[in-house]
Every structure is written in structure tokens, then in C-alpha cells.
């Protein structure tokens, strides 16, 4: 799995933390506690099919290295809920400079990082499990239909306050950051996109608000 920050191809999508379509984007702060919170209901969810058989639904992070480990499991009982740890051990985090390969070589890049030290880990999945295992993820995002690129929520757990600002480009790839993560769990909308013969990564704390419920097998 390639990191958030860095990647250019499909990630995974997560919950946006709100049990409404007009609350999924912006409703809440950045880092609060009221993002650990995450609560929905079945008929919340777009395209789930009923015959779909659902038991647990684990809340995943992954390694710096591209494991992952199941933070949070909880039962599904139509639709689940659960309570983000209000810190992660440091086993699964690492430093926000080597998380968005800041240091690598770059055609140009004016990216700035208000706190370099600053530990984080992203949040990939919510997954879907029943007895026979593995049956789907669940996400929020514009639309079903990921492959349009449009905006999709990730979480980011942050160990401090710390700013990402900029843009950089490598040959046909170009990334560009606005966010502002506060100390806990931060919602970072993302998209990847075909622009003028150039691929475009954007990741911003600032959230859309057409976001909505899906799942995916």
C-alpha cells in the first residue's frame, strides 16, 4: 500500500465522522473529540446490498513500512459504532517529513512543513468482516464511482499541531498540500486527478460538502 501523501493511484476510503450527508464534510473541528465519535446506520450507507452479511468492522492504520494493523474492532449490529483512541502508540507512527517523502529529490517543489518532528499515521480502512472474513470497506466520498477522481476522506492522527503548505512536481506528477492537522484525528479530503497530461495529487483539511456514505466489495 503507498502512503497517503504520496499516492497516485485509488486509496481506500474511510468515514468522515458525521451521520449526515449535510455534516460530512465540515461539520466538527479538525482534531476534536467529536472526530474520535463515528456512529452509522445501515440505511446510511449508499449501494449496500441487503444480502450483504456483515459481523465486525475493523478500524485499520498502516505502518510506515505498508503493513497495517487493525486499531478498533467493533460488532456490526445494522451499521456500527466506535470511539477513536485518543492516542496512537508510537509503534505506528512516523515523522511527517519522511510520511510525505519531503526529502526526496524533486523537479521543484516550495512544500513547507510547520513542524518537521511532528509523528503521524493515517487511517485506510474501515473493513468489512463477517465469518467467512474479508467483504468490503466502507467510505465517504463525492461519488460510488471513485475512478472520477473526485474528493474521497482519509483520517490523520497527529501527535502535535503541524502545517503542510506547498506544491512540488516530478516529470508528469505534481502534489499539492493545504492542511492544517491539529493534535488527534484530522479529516484530509483527497483526490487524484488527470490534468493537462499531468497527474494531480491535492490534499486538503479545508473538507468539501457533497460527501455521502458508500461501500465497496
Known amino acids: 500500500m503507498k502512503k497517503i ?3 497516485l493511484a485509488f486509496a481506500a476510503l474511510v468515514f468522515s465522522g458525521c451521520s449526515d450527508d449535510d455534516n460530512a464534510g465540515n461539520g466538527g473541528d479538525n482534531g476534536s473529540d467529536e472526530l474520535r465519535k463515528i456512529s452509522v446506520e445501515r440505511s446510511e450507507i449508499g449501494e449496500l446490498p441487503s444480502s450483504t452479511s456483515i459481523a465486525e468492522v475493523k478500524f485499520v492504520v ?4 505498508g ?3 487493525d ?3 467493533v460488532q456490526w449490529a445494522d451499521g456500527f459504532s ?3 483512541p485518543a492516542s496512537v502508540n508510537t509503534t505506528y507512527l512516523t515523522s511527517i517529513s519522511d510520511f510525505i517523502d519531503h526529502e526526496d529529490e524533486y523537479d521543484s517543489s516550495d512544500v513547507t512543513i510547520s513542524h518537521s518532528s511532528a509523528m503521524v499515521t493515517e487511517a485506510t480502512y474501515f473493513e468489512a468482516y463477517n465469518s467467512s472474513g474479508y467483504v468490503g470497506d466502507f467510505y465517504v466520498a463525492e461519488h460510488k464511482d471513485y475512478d472520477e477522481r473526485e474528493w474521497y476522506i482519509m483520517y490523520i492522527y497527529s501527535d502535535r499541531d503541524v502545517t503542510v503548505k506547498g506544491s512540488r512536481e ?3 506528477y505534481h502534489w499539492e498540500y493545504d492542511m492544517s492537522l491539529k493534535s ?3 479529516r484530509v ?3 487524484t486527478r488527470l490534468d493537462d497530461g499531468k497527474y494531480k495529487y491535492e490534499a486538503k483539511t479545508n473538507l468539501p460538502n457533497s460527501l455521502h456514505w458508500y461501500f465497496s466489495e
Open 5 to 7: 501523501f504520496y499516492s
Open 62 to 65: 498502516s505502518y510506515d513500512d
Open 67 to 69: 503493513r497495517d494493523h
Open 71 to 73: 486499531l478498533l474492532t
Open 82 to 84: 466506535m470511539t477513536l
Open 170 to 172: 516530478s516529470g508528469i
Open 184 to 186: 488527534g484525528w484530522n
Open 189 to 191: 479530503a483527497e483526490r
